[in-house]
């Protein structure tokens, strides 16, 4: 068991009504807000008005940034960053989903630097040493953007998506108003959920002995996204379900349930090769993965905690042969995810070629070895690829 140091010091208003503290919030960092959003909903849904009549209130300066994309792109962040260095910014706001709120973060740091923010992920893996103050208000469960530390960038002219995380960029304050996802679309939400039971699952699969009140925790959450999730699809407004979604998405990846592991992730800079090539749905590409994922890793070695698993989430009677239990627990969550979300089940679904499967399996190991819960070569990668068609 590794010694651990944990610190998230987020302050979260979570709840509704809680806007009314936005304005002074902000202004504990300044007076001049550069506003960031995506493509114009929380215009539609009258976040837009509510978040500019709080800044107005409190006397702030506001300057705006919209049309981040989803998948951001390295473009926005060069946008933001030098618009903070024009205006002279105090302190950015993010009104978003996870998108808007990676490329803030990139923007924060940019803006504390002379050298071209893609130098973050390129080779020269630049030091992020600094960043402006960042304050989010959530409209979307998913990425957990909103407690902690990281993003992911894509970069359409390099075909890359890479993610980082450094302490600077870790949000000041978050908003977190379960009624802001009522709007959020079935798909939206199922792929949300997919990408929250992913980050769980890159530190639960794990045969290092560890905090065995983490494995509950765990457990806990992801039985709470298979009990939530489809009452959120069939009520949209459903209050008790939106909440639990909003507050599992943060938990599933502030780094409370690291407790000291390790272990590199394997879905995750998987799935960045897909979506930085076809620029689909981050959620819906681990969807497509992760089971196909589990397969590929079972064995002797690691069946224990496919039993762990299937018992303790899914209730498969344990009293079976292991590796029958570890098929039905992966079986359990295929149903979960393509069944009863609905979510597209292969690569041939949703235009992925085979063709691309080389490039994409090369550069998510970086050409060695992913260490993850079990070791992946590009050749491992590929046939996990081909398990998704």
């Known amino acids: ?45 009258g976040l837009y008005d509510a978040v500019m009549s709080e800044m107005n209130k409190a006397g702030l300066e506001v300057f705006e940034l919209s049309g981040i994309e989803p998948n951001p792109r390295i473009e926005s962040v060069r946008k933001g960053a030098q618009m903070c260095k024009e205006h002279n910014i105090d302190v950015l706001l993010a009104v978003g989903g996870g998108s808007t709120l990676d490329a803030t973060k990139f923007m924060a740091a940019g803006a504390c630097v002379d050298h071209d923010p893609w130098d973050f992920f390129n080779e020269k893996w630049a030091p ?58 079935a798909y939206q939400t199922a792929c949300g959920a997919a990408d929250m039971m992913s980050h769980i699952f890159e530190v639960y699969f794990n045969m290092n002995q560890d905090l065995y009140m983490l494995d509950c925790f765990m457990e ?28 599992t998405s943060s938990w599933a990846i502030n780094g409370f349930i ?6 590199a992730w394997s879905c995750h800079p998987i799935e960045h090769e897909l979506s930085a090539i076809y ?34 989430v899914f209730n498969i009677d344990p009293s079976q042969e292991p590796m029958k239990i570890a098929s039905q627990g992966i079986k359990k969550l295929e149903e979960f995810l393509f069944d009863t979300l609905g979510l597209q089940s292969t690569f041939t679904e949703v235009g992925i070629k085979q063709e691309d499967f080389p490039i994409m399996a090369r550069k998510a190991c970086r050409g060695k070895v992913l260490r993850g819960f ?10 996990i690829f081909e398990m998704c068609i």
Request: with cysteine; glycine share 8%.
């Open 279 to 312: 620029d689909i749905t981050h959620g819906l590409g681990l969807a497509i993965i992760t089971p196909r994922w589990l397969k590929y890793c079972l064995d002797e070695t690691t069946v224990s905690k496919y039993v762990q698993w299937a018992v303790n």
């Open 220 to 247: 806990g959450m992801m039985k709470t996204i298979i009990k939530y999730t489809p009452i959120a699809l069939k009520e949209p407004t459903n209050y008790e379900a939106r909440a639990n979604l909003m507050w």
């Open 128 to 185: 992020i040493e600094k960043a402006l103050p960042i304050v989010t208000v959530l409209t979307l469960s998913a990425t957990g953007s909103e407690m902690d530390s990281g993003g992911v960038i894509s970069n359409l002219e390099t075909r890359d998506k890479i993610g980082r995380m450094a302490q600077p960029m870790l949000p000041k304050v978050s908003f977190l108003d379960p009624t802001l996802t009522y709007s959020v679309s």
């Open 374 to 383: 079990k070791p992946l070569t590009q050749e491992d990668i590929e046939k």
């Open 258 to 263: 690291d407790g000291g592991k390790r272990q």
């Open 1 to 45: 068991m590794n010694n651990f140091i944990y610190d998230i010091p987020v302050k979260v208003y979570f709840g509704e009504n809680q806007l009314c503290h936005l304005g002074e919030e902000l202004k504990k960092y300044g007076s001049r807000v550069l506003l960031t959003y995506g493509g114009g909903s929380i215009k539609k849904i």
